[in-house]
C-alpha cells in the first residue's frame, strides 16, 4: 500500500516536470527577449505581438485585398509543416541514441530529387502530389540509411558523416542547379509547375485565394504514427532500448545494427518528407548551395518539445512562430529580423538545461 | 603553380589545425567538442568587433592592431568554450548536444548583434564587419630556395602564432604533469581522482585552452577567406577539424598530417580548375572535395581508432 502511493507520487512528480519545464523554459525565454527589445529601446509588448501577427494568430492593422488574416494564417501552417517532421526526424534518431543533424542535407537532397523528377513534369496534382511525397521519403530515407550503415560498418559518427554530407550534398545539388536548372533571373532554380506542389488552393467568391498545405496534415498524422511506433511497437521499443542502453540491449538480443540502420532510416525518410514539403510546398525554387536552417532549428524543437512526438507539435507551432513572424516583426518595429533565430538559439539553451533538470529529478526519485 | 598549391594550401591547413588542436584538448579530457564551429565564429565576431573599435583609435593599420584584434578573438572563443564546459560538467549536459547547442547559439547571437552594431554604426543594417585583408610576410632567405621555399612565403602573420602555439601545446600536453593528467581524464577520470586532483578543474582548463586556440583559427579563416566577418565563416571548418583530429587519432602530429591533407586537397583543386580553365561553376564540384576526402578518410581511419575510452561521460566523483 505504502509503496503504491509512493510510485503514484513519484509518477505525477515526473509528469508535472516534464509538463513545467518546457514551460519554465519558455517563460525564460520570453523574459530574455523583452529584456533585449527594452535594451534596444522597443516596446516588448507589441514587438513580441507582432511576432503572432505576422503568422496570422492575431490581426494586423491592415491586410491588402488578396490577403487575411487566414492566408497568414496558412502560409504559418506551411512553415509549420516542415519544421514538424523535422523535428521528428531528430526525435526519432536521438530516441535511438544517434543525433541526426543531417536533417537539412536530407531535406535538400529529397527536395533538389523531387523538384527535378516531379517538380518540371505536367502530371495531374491526383498523381504528383503522392509522388513527390513518396520521392520525398524514399531520397531522405536512403540518405539516412547509409549514414546508419557507415556508423555500424565502419564505426563513422553519426554527426561528423551527416555533417559530411550536408556540405557534399548542398554543392553538389548547387552544382546542378547552377548548370542545369537555373532561372537566370531569380539565380534560383526554376519554378516548380503548380501542379506539382504540395498545396491545395481554393478561391473564394470574394477574391481571397486559399492555399491550404497538404503537408500539414501529414506532419500532423505523422507526429501521432510516429508516437504510436516508439510507444507500442515491438520495432519502436527495440530503437529506445538502443538509446537507453546499447550494451544492455545488445545482451538483450536486440540486432543493434539492424536497429541503427533503420533508426537511421525512418530520421531521414521524416526528413526527407520535410525537405519537400519546404521545397515543393512552402517555397517553389531551390536557392543553390543554401542548406536550410530549419534543419537545425528542428533539433530545439524536439529538445523543447522532451523528445516526444506530440511535445513536438506544440513547440514547432511555438518556434514557427518567431520565424515565421519575423518578417512582419521586423518591418513593424525596425528591429532585424535575425532575432528570430536568437531566440530559437536561447529557447534551445533553456530546453536543454531543462532536459538534463529532469534527468536529475529523475535520478533522485 | 606547385608554389600556389603550397601557399593557399598552407594557409587553409593551419588554422584548422589550430582549431583542430583545440578539438584535441578538449577531447583528450574526456569532453566532446562538436563545439568547434560556434567556438571559432563567436571568436572571429569578438576579433572583428574589436577590430571595428579599435581601428579609428589606433594608427599604423593591420599590422599593429592585429595583435590586441588576436587576444580578443582567443577570448572570445574562451568564452563560448566554457559555456560548453558549464553545461556538459555542472549541468551534466549530453555533450553532443551541448556542443551542437553553442554551435546554433553562437551562430545565431553573432548574426543579430553584427546587424545591431552595423545599424548603430553605420545606420544600415549589414550582416558584415570590414576586416580587410591580412598582412602577409615572407622569411628572407629560406623562401629564395626553390619549390620548397614556398613554405615560407606569403605566409599570414597568424602562421608563427599557430606553429609557436601547436609546439607549446604538443610539450603540454605529452611533456608535462599537466598534460599526463589532462590525458588521464579522458582515458580514466578516477584515477585522476584518486591521485588527488579535480577531474572537473583538468576539464574546465582544458576547454579554456580549446577556447584561445580555436578563436585564433576562427579568426584567421575570417581574415584569410572573406576579409570580412559575416555568416560565411559557419561554412563547417569547425566540423572539418572535428574530422581532422578524428581521422589524425586524437594525437597532434598525425592531426597535423591530414590537417595539411585538407589544405592541399582543396588548394590543389582550385589550381586544376584555374590551369584547365573551366567553368567557375565547377570550383562548387571542387569545393567538396575535402568534405568528400573526410568521409573517405573517416571510412578506413574509423575502425582502427582508439577514441579516449572516457570521452562523452559525465564524471562526478562519488560515482561508483
Redesign the interface.
Known amino acids: 500500500m505504502k509503496r503504491e502511493t509512493k510510485r503514484k507520487d513519484s509518477a505525477r512528480r515526473a509528469s508535472f516536470a516534464r509538463l513545467l519545464i518546457p514551460l519554465a523554459s519558455v517563460l525564460l525565454t520570453f523574459m530574455v527577449l523583452t529584456a533585449v527589445f527594452l535594451l534596444i529601446g522597443r516596446n516588448p509588448l507589441t514587438a513580441i505581438y507582432s511576432f503572432f501577427q505576422g503568422s496570422g494568430l492575431g490581426m494586423k492593422s491592415s491586410y491588402t485585398s488578396s490577403s487575411s488574416m487566414l492566408t497568414d494564417f496558412f502560409s504559418y501552417l506551411g512553415i509549420l509543416s516542415p519544421m514538424l517532421l523535422g523535428s521528428l526526424g531528430v526525435v526519432v534518431g536521438l530516441r535511438g541514441g544517434l543525433f541526426n543533424i543531417g536533417v537539412s542535407g536530407q531535406m535538400l537532397l529529397s527536395g533538389f530529387t523531387a523538384t527535378v523528377l516531379v517538380g518540371y513534369s505536367k502530371l495531374s496534382p491526383a498523381l504528383a502530389i503522392p509522388l513527390v511525397l513518396l520521392i520525398g521519403l524514399l531520397t531522405g530515407a536512403l540518405l539516412g540509411a547509409v549514414i546508419g550503415w557507415l556508423k555500424y560498418r565502419f564505426n563513422v559518427h553519426e554527426v561528423v558523416s551527416s555533417i559530411m554530407f550536408n556540405y557534399i550534398v548542398s554543392f553538389l545539388t548547387g552544382y546542378f542547379i547552377k548548370t542545369r536548372y537555373v532561372d537566370p533571373i531569380i539565380r534560383s532554380s526554376r519554378q516548380v509547375a503548380a501542379n506539382a506542389r504540395l498545396n491545395l488552393t481554393f478561391n473564394t467568391g470574394s477574391g481571397l485565394k486559399l492555399v491550404i498545405p497538404v503537408g500539414i496534415f501529414i506532419a500532423v498524422a505523422m507526429a501521432f504514427l510516429i508516437r504510436f511506433y516508439l510507444e507500442r511497437t515491438v520495432g519502436g521499443f527495440e530503437i529506445r532500448m538502443v538509446g537507453f542502453n546499447r550494451h544492455g540491449a545488445a545482451y538483450a538480443g536486440v540486432p543493434i545494427r539492424n536497429v541503427m540502420v533503420r533508426t537511421m532510416l525512418i530520421s531521414g525518410a521524416l526528413a526527407g518528407l520535410a525537405g519537400v514539403t519546404y521545397y515543393l510546398g512552402y517555397y517553389s525554387t531551390m536557392v543553390p548551395k543554401d542548406l536550410p536552417s530549419l534543419g537545425y532549428d528542428a533539433i530545439a524543437v524536439a529538445l523543447l518539445g522532451n523528445l516526444g512526438p506530440i511535445g513536438c507539435i506544440f513547440s514547432s507551432a511555438l518556434i514557427t512562430v518567431f520565424q515565421k513572424g519575423a518578417v512582419y516583426m521586423s518591418s513593424a518595429t525596425g528591429v532585424v529580423r535575425e532575432i528570430a533565430s536568437l531566440v530559437t538559439g536561447i529557447l534551445l539553451l533553456f530546453s536543454s538545461l531543462g532536459v538534463s533538470m529532469r534527468d536529475r529529478i529523475r535520478h533522485y526519485d | 603553380m606547385i608554389d600556389r598549391i603550397i601557399i593557399d594550401g598552407l594557409a587553409f591547413s593551419l588554422p584548422l589545425f589550430a582549431m583542430a588542436i583545440g578539438g584535441i584538448f578538449s577531447e583528450k579530457s574526456g569532453i566532446t567538442m562538436?563545439a568547434l564551429e560556434g567556438i571559432q565564429g563567436f571568436g572571429a565576431f569578438c576579433g572583428a568587433v574589436a577590430f571595428a573599435l579599435l581601428q579609428p583609435l589606433i594608427p599604423g593599420g593591420t599590422q599593429v592592431i592585429i595583435y590586441p584584434v588576436l587576444a580578443a578573438a582567443m577570448l572570445g572563443g574562451m568564452i563560448f568554450a566554457l559555456l560548453h564546459a558549464y553545461?556538459s560538467i555542472r549541468?551534466?549536459?549530453?555533450q553532443?548536444?551541448?556542443g551542437?547547442?553553442v554551435n546554433?547559439?553562437a551562430?545565431?547571437?553573432t548574426?543579430?548583434l553584427t546587424?545591431?552594431i552595423n545599424?548603430r554604426l553605420t545606420g544600415e543594417?549589414s550582416?558584415k564587419i570590414w576586416l580587410g585583408a591580412a598582412p602577409r610576410f615572407s622569411v628572407p632567405g629560406l623562401s629564395k630556395i626553390p619549390v620548397i621555399g614556398a613554405i615560407f612565403r606569403d605566409l599570414y602573420i597568424f602562421a608563427p602564432f599557430i606553429v609557436l602555439f601547436a609546439l607549446i601545446s604538443g610539450i603540454l600536453l605529452y611533456r608535462t604533469r599537466f598534460g599526463l593528467r589532462l590525458r588521464a581524464c579522458g582515458e580514466n577520470p578516477q584515477s585522476v581522482e584518486a591521485a588527488g586532483c579535480s577531474v572537473k578543474r583538468i576539464r574546465y582548463l582544458a576547454l579554456a585552452l580549446c577556447g584561445l586556440l580555436t578563436g585564433l583559427g576562427g579568426m584567421n579563416f575570417a581574415f584569410t577567406f572573406s576579409a570580412n566577418f559575416s555568416p560565411t565563416i559557419y561554412m563547417?571548418y569547425g566540423?572539418l577539424a572535428?574530422?581532422a583530429l578524428?581521422c589524425g587519432n586524437w594525437d597532434i602530429r598525425r592531426t597535423l598530417f591530414t590537417c595539411l591533407i585538407f589544405g592541399f586537397a582543396r588548394s590543389g583543386g582550385y589550381q586544376l580548375i584555374l590551369k584547365l580553365g573551366m567553368s567557375s561553376?565547377?570550383s562548387?564540384?571542387f569545393?567538396?572535395i575535402p568534405?568528400?576526402l573526410?568521409?573517405l578518410l573517416?571510412?578506413?581511419l574509423?575502425?582502427h581508432?582508439h577514441p579516449p575510452s572516457a570521452l562523452g561521460s559525465d564524471y562526478e566523483y562519488d560515482r561508483r
Request: a negative charge; aromatic letters at 12%; proline letters at 2%.
Open positions: 562538436l553545461m549541468f551534466r549536459l549530453n553532443v548536444i551541448s551542437v547547442v546554433i547559439l551562430m545565431s547571437l548574426i543579430f546587424g545591431l545599424e543594417p550582416n563547417g566540423y572535428i574530422a578524428i561553376d565547377l562548387d564540384l569545393l567538396m568534405y568528400v573526410t568521409l573517416l571510412l578506413f574509423s575502425r581508432n
